[in-house]
């Protein structure tokens, strides 16, 4: 039998092809010596206890070490987590990650005391404070804190609540051990009869197979892996779930999604009002999967058969340089200065390239106010959607170096919301250009059946997920158990809504739910839906506008959180208030579906 091909240990790596994490620390010994420093900080919290009512100035002191010693915990903390993505079998890493955690804990436990005795203030006596010289760069945030009054308990309680910091996060630290270190999965032959191991980082790849039998015994191999720990899986979900219900209730709101929904000040309707949108359009979507599965020429369509090249004849390659080429040419509309930071970064070492044992599955950009916009990617130099992956990272972590450029640190990081607009942003331009350099209909109907697909998998794949964890959520508010039996009943009625009568649904396709790495984010999901309908909006207003249109986007990517998300975007030129910028997205969905169409009536697939 073939060997199966091993991907390579971290220290074979060329270090070309890693990031360069010195711009936080310069080595191992340095972040130690900087969380001994930290660690004796702490004891400092003690002497601004119980004076913070005295004036304006007692307070500013007491903020402003509080902001110091958090710009030092981001710091502390980013150079761990993104050690310990490098591989996460790397029991070093995993310790000083756990040391950071305990240690932030701690600071929370020695900080705890802030938001009570700040909210304790007596209305009159804060109006005062607030028009002090001396508050004026921390107004907004405690403008912010006060709309908190309501959800925030005494000092013994907030001082409880600070010190289960690391026992919330067990479920998803034992989620993310499971995922990518301890469970192990089978090896399948690949299209050449070679024996491939069947992974988080190839599974993807291996869906994207020309040869059916490879997709579907990659699928099922993967899923089988699931299944045998599905009821361990279940247990940490339902934790991560009852953890959040109990966090809402003891901070006084009504549900776990009002609780998420808060810090963005982003209305309930909004959310409901995706969700309803979205359904409202599923005949498009089920129009799609019946498109598809004509092209294919297939009896059935199963989901490892959505994520194939339509048009197997036609070959796209890129290895890094190249892909960076066209993800320059693809955002030069975004003006010199914004391509000269990107180039110098993805060119350089913000970047963390290619798969090796042990790393994090998947893609993230990790942005630091005092460290370069750190970008992981497990890149394919024979996957379109990698580059496309690229370019959405890329967003990221300029909207990540503009922010930390033209904001203080108090504001400098941007909130969830916002965040999937600039890196969807990127993919829409990045697509535009694409298709616009396209030469021949085979290439054209790629690009196209590209765009429906990231359209698919971004709003409304997402939109099922938000479906799911409301559901999920409100289920045990209820009291009901969420049991693998329950959460797989539920993912399997969305999994039927979502995909249509048409569509052949696997059993194995419930487990789904129980490998998602967001579902321990609750109410995260919707964002990347809210986010690439805004950035359809915004790409097409710049796309199709002068100097004030881009001179209003770059303002939102260096707007940081001095606004509240909303407000951001509605400068920009946006309003997620409404219903329109969900409605348009899926319109454009059924534009190209339309143009697919055509491509097929023209005998683009057939030739």
């Given at each position: 039998?073939a060997?199966?091909?091993?991907l390579?240990v971290?220290?074979q790596?060329d ?7 010195t711009?936080l620390?310069a080595?191992?010994e340095?972040?130690?010596e900087?969380?001994?420093k930290?660690?004796?900080?702490l004891?400092?919290?003690?002497k601004?206890k119980?004076?913070l009512a005295e004036s304006p100035?007692a307070l ?5 070490f509080?902001?110091d010693v958090?710009r030092q915990?981001?710091?502390l ?5 993104l050690k310990?993505?490098?591989d ?5 890493y ?5 040391r ?11 900080s705890s ?5 700040v909210?304790?203030?007596?209305a009159?006596?804060?109006?005062e ?6 508050l004026?760069?921390?107004?907004l945030?405690l403008?912010r ?6 959800h925030?308990l005494?000092?013994r ?15 998803s630290r ?7 270190v ?6 399948i032959?690949?299209?050449?009869g070679k024996s491939?191991?069947v992974t988080n980082a ?6 994207r197979s ?8 990659a699928f099922h191999?993967y899923y089988?892996?699931?299944?045998g720990?599905?009821?361990t899986l279940a247990a940490?979900l ?9 966090q809402a209730r003891?901070r006084n709101?009504?549900s776990?999604?009002?609780?998420a ?9 909004v959310?409901?009002?995706?969700i309803?949108?979205?359904?409202s359009?599923l005949p498009?979507?089920h129009?799609?999967?019946e498109?598809r599965r004509?092209i294919l020429?297939?009896?059935?369509l199963h989901?490892?058969d ?8 036609v ?5 890094w340089n190249?892909a960076v080429?066209?993800i ?6 975004l ?5 000269s930071?990107l180039e110098k970064g993805l ?5 963390d390239?290619?798969p090796?044992q042990?790393k ?7 942005g ?5 916009p750190?970008i992981?990617?497990?890149?394919h130099n024979d996957?379109?959607n990698d ?8 967003g990221h972590?300029?909207?990540?170096y503009?922010?930390?450029?033209h904001?203080?640190y ?5 909130t ?6 600039a ?5 829409r ?6 298709q616009t350099q396209?030469?021949?209909?085979k290439?054209?109907?790629l ?6 697909d990231?359209?698919?998998a ?5 939109t099922m997920?938000?479906e799911f964890?409301?559901i999920t ?5 209820q009291?009901?158990p969420a049991?693998?039996?329950?959460l797989?009943?539920?993912y ?7 995909f249509?009568e ?6 194995q396709?419930s487990l789904e739910?129980l490998r998602?790495?967001h579902f321990y984010?609750?109410f995260y999901?919707y964002?990347y839906?809210?986010?690439l309908?805004a950035?359809i909006?915004?790409?097409e207003?710049?796309?199709n506008?002068g100097?004030q249109?881009?001179?209003d986007?770059?303002g939102f ?7 509240l ?12 208030t409404?219903?329109?910028?969900i409605?348009?997205?899926?319109r454009r969905l059924?534009t190209?579906?339309?143009a697919?169409?055509?491509l097929v009536?023209?005998g683009?697939?057939?030739?």
């Amino acid at each position: 039998m073939a060997k199966a091909k091993q991907l390579p240990v971290r220290a074979q790596v060329d270090l070309a092809d890693t990031w360069d994490l010195t711009t936080l620390y310069a080595s191992d010994e340095a972040w130690e010596e900087a969380f001994d420093k930290i660690e004796k900080l702490l004891k400092k919290f003690a002497k601004f206890k119980g004076t913070l009512a005295e004036s304006p100035q007692a307070l500013a002191k007491c903020l402003d070490f509080d902001a110091d010693v958090d710009r030092q915990f981001d710091r502390l903390g980013n150079y761990a987590y993104l050690k310990t993505t490098e591989d996460q079998g790397n029991s070093q890493y995993q310790r000083m990650v756990g040391r950071y955690q305990n240690l932030a804990t701690r600071a929370a436990e020695a900080s705890s005391f802030i938001r009570p005795e700040v909210l304790a203030i007596p209305a009159k006596t804060m109006t005062e404070f607030l028009a002090s010289k001396r508050l004026a760069s921390h107004k907004l945030s405690l403008e912010r804190l006060l709309r908190y009054k309501p959800h925030t308990l005494g000092d013994r309680e907030e001082q409880l609540l600070a010190m289960q910091g690391e026992m919330a996060g067990v479920a998803s630290r034992t989620f993310r051990q499971l995922l990518d270190v301890d469970l192990k999965f089978e090896s399948i032959d690949n299209e050449k009869g070679k024996s491939v191991e069947v992974t988080n980082a190839n599974f993807t790849k291996l869906l994207r197979s020309e040869d059916r039998r490879v997709r579907k015994d990659a699928f099922h191999a993967y899923y089988r892996s699931f299944e045998g720990h599905q009821h361990t899986l279940a247990a940490t979900l339902q934790g991560s779930i009852q953890k959040d219900v109990y966090q809402a209730r003891v901070r006084n709101y009504s549900s776990a999604l009002d609780q998420a929904l808060f810090g963005d000040d982003v209305p309930r309707a909004v959310y409901e009002n995706l969700i309803s949108t979205v359904r409202s359009h599923l005949p498009t979507v089920h129009r799609y999967y019946e498109l598809r599965r004509k092209i294919l020429k297939l009896r059935d369509l199963h989901h490892y058969d959505c994520y194939c090249p339509l048009l197997t004849k036609v070959r796209t390659r890129y290895n890094w340089n190249s892909a960076v080429d066209v993800i320059l040419a693809a955002l030069a509309p975004l003006g010199d200065e914004y391509l000269s930071v990107l180039e110098k970064g993805l060119r350089g070492r913000w970047c963390d390239r290619y798969p090796n044992q042990g790393k994090q599955s998947g893609a993230f950009s990790y942005g630091t106010y005092d460290g370069d916009p750190y970008i992981l990617m497990n890149f394919h130099n024979d996957q379109l959607n990698d580059v496309f992956t690229l370019a959405h990272e890329a967003g990221h972590s300029m909207h990540s170096y503009l922010s930390s450029k033209h904001q203080p640190y108090l504001y400098h990081s941007y909130t969830i919301f916002v965040a999937e607009v600039a890196s969807t942003f990127n993919e829409r331009l990045l697509n535009s250009h694409l298709q616009t350099q396209a030469k021949d209909g085979k290439l054209q109907a790629l690009l196209i059946s590209n765009e429906i697909d990231d359209i698919r998998a971004t709003l409304v794949r997402q939109t099922m997920f938000a479906e799911f964890e409301n559901i999920t959520h409100e289920m045990v508010e209820q009291g009901e158990p969420a049991t693998v039996e329950a959460l797989r009943k539920v993912y399997r009625d969305l999994l039927h809504d979502y995909f249509g009568e048409r569509f052949e649904v696997d059993d194995q396709l419930s487990l789904e739910c129980l490998r998602i790495p967001h579902f321990y984010r609750a109410f995260y999901v919707y964002k990347y839906a809210t986010g690439l309908s805004a950035a359809i909006a915004l790409s097409e207003r710049v796309m199709n506008g002068g100097k004030q249109e881009l001179k209003d986007y770059l303002g939102f990517l260096s707007g940081g959180c001095s606004k509240l998300p909303l407000e951001l975007l509605r400068d920009a030129g946006v309003d997620m208030t409404e219903p329109q910028p969900i409605d348009a997205a899926m319109r454009r969905l059924a534009t190209q579906v339309d143009a697919l169409e055509t491509l097929v009536a023209e005998g683009v697939f057939s030739s």
